[in-house]
């Protein structure tokens, strides 16, 4: 097992070095037999089955995965809050999340580096009406900020290697999210979540990713939660842009039947794609929805290949 490392991950990125990221938690957690029909999703398994968040991770690290991402996307004050739960312990299962991730590192059976990102999800998330993947919320980027500060605050004080700013879906919430993050004193990276080549609220990507450039606090740049192909695309234009490694995790490919409540179609991402993510400039590479173990374990094969 190894939870500690020999260099933080803003060196091993500065070094060249590839990260596997690990693949949807929800998909693992529902593949276990989890209910995940909540609003809260993944979150409420902090307050009712630590233990099954812990063994989800586990098999992503099993699979190959340098890094697991918290089951705190959706673990927000607000939301915990419309099921009873105070503040007090409301942060504490907050920090519980960065926590089951640093216990399954423990419990693995390896020798290499093993790190923990926790997850910072967007304010749509909270709502849980399918909002986060449009934005445009009706909030101003100071309310934006106010909102995410406190849990980033949990978050950062429970001490993971870096916080993930993930599926972001305009930037508005972008900026918010990277105002909280000045003086917390732990490195981000900020993830768009994309369509056709625009951010989920149309605007262009070259002006999302521009915003994190600026800001010395972020050490990777990119996208998740999109299509393989959409990611195809984002991975070169967020390295030229911002000129920092850029982190990719696409869904399978399938798409999201929000009236029917399933998934369709076909998955499109194959291992075969990271060689090209990698060339193109991205470092932190893994999976989102619908993408497991399997497919973590052949991408690390690919990635591993050539370091």
């Known amino acids: 097992m190894s939870t500690g490392t020999t260099s933080s991950l803003a060196e091993a990125l500065a070094e060249g070095r590839t990260v596997v990221l690990d693949g949807g938690l929800s998909n693992q957690l529902a593949s276990a037999g989890h209910d995940l029909g909540d609003e809260l999703w993944s979150a409420r398994l902090l307050a009712e089955d630590p233990e099954a968040v812990t063994e989800a991770h586990l098999a992503y690290f099993a699979a190959g995965a340098d890094m697991a991402i918290t089951a705190s996307y959706q673990a927000t004050f607000e939301g915990f809050a419309r099921r009873g739960t105070g503040r007090d ?29 926790a997850s910072v999800g967007p304010y749509g998330a909270m709502l849980a009406d399918g909002s986060e993947y449009r934005g445009r919320y009706g909030l101003s980027v100071a309310e934006l900020e106010r909102f995410h500060r406190p849990r980033m605050e949990v978050l950062a004080a429970a001490a993971p290697d870096v916080l993930a700013l993930e599926t972001v879906p305009d930037t508005d919430e972008a900026e918010a999210l990277l105002r909280a993050l000045r003086g917390l004193g732990v490195p981000a990276w900020l993830s768009y979540s994309v369509s056709g080549g625009r951010t989920r609220a149309g605007q262009r990507l070259e002006d999302a990713f521009a915003l994190a450039a600026r800001a010395d606090e972020v050490i990777a740049v990119g996208v998740n939660c999109c299509t393989p192909e959409d990611a195809d695309h984002a991975v070169a234009l967020a390295a030229r842009v911002t000129g920092k490694p850029v982190v990719v995790y696409p869904n399978s490919g399938e798409r999201w039947d929000a009236g029917a409540r399933a998934w369709t179609g076909r998955p499109t991402f194959t291992a075969s794609r990271v060689a090209g993510w990698r060339e193109s400039g991205a470092r932190l590479i893994g999976g989102c929805c619908r993408v497991g173990p399997e497919t973590i374990a052949s991408v690390a094969g690919v990635l591993r290949e050539r370091p």
Do not use: D, F, K
């Open 89 to 117: 312990e409301a942060a504490a299962l907050l920090a519980l999340s960065v926590g089951c991730a640093r216990t399954a590192a423990r419990r693995a059976r390896t020798s290499r580096p093993l790190r923990v990102a």
